[in-house]
C-alpha cells in the first residue's frame, strides 16, 4: 500500500474554497486515490474517487496530476458542516489487500 | 437497506473480561475488516478478511480474535479486556471487484475500567 502524506489539520472560513493536498510518491499503476470524510462519532464515509487528471461529484473535485504522485481534494463554499476529518486512500481497485488508513486532516471551518 | 450493523453501540467492561463486538453486512462483500480510534487519532486495522474463512492481522492485533465463518459476519473478540482497549471500534466492508468504496458501520464504543 502506497504511504500517504496530509496535513494535520487546517482552518477555513465558511464560503471559502478548501483544498487538501495528499503525497503519494510510490503510487504504483493500479493504484486508485479515494477520499473519506468523518464526522465525530462516526465511521468514515466515502466522498470521491480517482485515477487520473480531474473527477468532480455533488460533493467534492479531486485532482490528479499526471505523475500521479500527489493528489488534491477540492471542497468548494464550505460551510460549518464540512468540520471533518478528511482521509486520502491510495489502494488498487479491488484485490485483496489490507486497507490502513493514515492520520488523516482535520478540517475547522471558522463562522 | 441495512448496510453494516454493529452491535452493542456502547459497553463497558471490567478489566480481565471477555466480549464479542458482532458485525454483519447485507452487501455480500467479500472483504470485512475491524479498526479502532483513539481519541483524537486516526483509524488503525486489528484484523481483516478476504472472505468466509479467511482472516489476518491488521496493525494492532493483539488481545484480539476473528473468525470468519459466513459471508455476512465478522465478529471481533476481546479475550481479557484491558484499559489501553478502551476504544471505539468500526467495522467496514467493501466489494472487492468494484473499487475501494469502504463501507464503515456506526461505531460501537467500549471503555474498560
Known amino acids: 500500500l502506497a504511504k500517504t502524506t496530509q496535513p494535520i489539520s487546517m482552518d477555513s472560513y465558511e464560503g471559502q474554497e478548501v483544498n487538501i493536498t495528499c503525497s503519494h510518491n510510490n503510487i504504483a499503476t493500479n493504484d486508485y486515490i479515494t477520499w473519506y470524510q468523518q464526522f465525530p462519532s462516526q465511521g468514515p464515509r466515502f466522498i470521491i474517487q480517482?485515477?487520473?487528471t480531474k473527477v468532480t461529484n455533488e460533493v467534492a473535485s479531486l485532482f490528479i496530476p499526471a505523475d500521479r504522485k500527489s493528489s488534491t481534494l477540492s471542497l468548494p463554499r464550505v460551510s460549518l458542516s464540512d468540520t471533518a476529518v478528511y482521509y486520502c486512500l491510495v489502494a488498487p481497485s479491488g484485490g485483496y489487500q489490507k486497507v490502513t488508513f493514515g492520520t488523516g486532516t482535520k478540517l475547522q471551518v471558522i463562522p | 437497506n441495512a448496510g453494516v450493523t454493529q452491535t452493542p453501540k456502547f459497553q463497558v467492561l471490567k478489566t480481565g473480561q471477555s466480549m464479542t463486538l458482532q458485525c454483519a453486512q447485507d452487501m455480500n462483500h467479500e472483504y470485512m475488516s475491524w479498526y479502532r480510534q483513539d481519541p483524537g487519532m486516526g483509524l488503525r486495522l486489528i484484523h481483516y478478511s478476504v472472505g468466509a474463512g479467511i482472516t489476518d492481522q491488521g496493525e494492532v492485533p493483539n488481545g484480539y480474535n476473528v473468525s470468519r465463518s459466513t459471508t455476512e459476519d465478522f465478529p471481533l473478540r476481546l479475550l481479557s479486556a484491558a484499559p489501553s482497549q478502551t476504544s471505539v471500534y468500526f467495522c467496514?466492508?467493501?466489494?472487492?471487484?468494484?473499487?475501494?468504496?469502504?463501507?464503515f458501520g456506526e461505531g460501537s464504543w467500549l471503555t474498560v475500567v
Open positions: 467496514a466492508s467493501k466489494a472487492q471487484q468494484l473499487g475501494n468504496t469502504i463501507y
Open positions: 480517482g485515477y487520473k
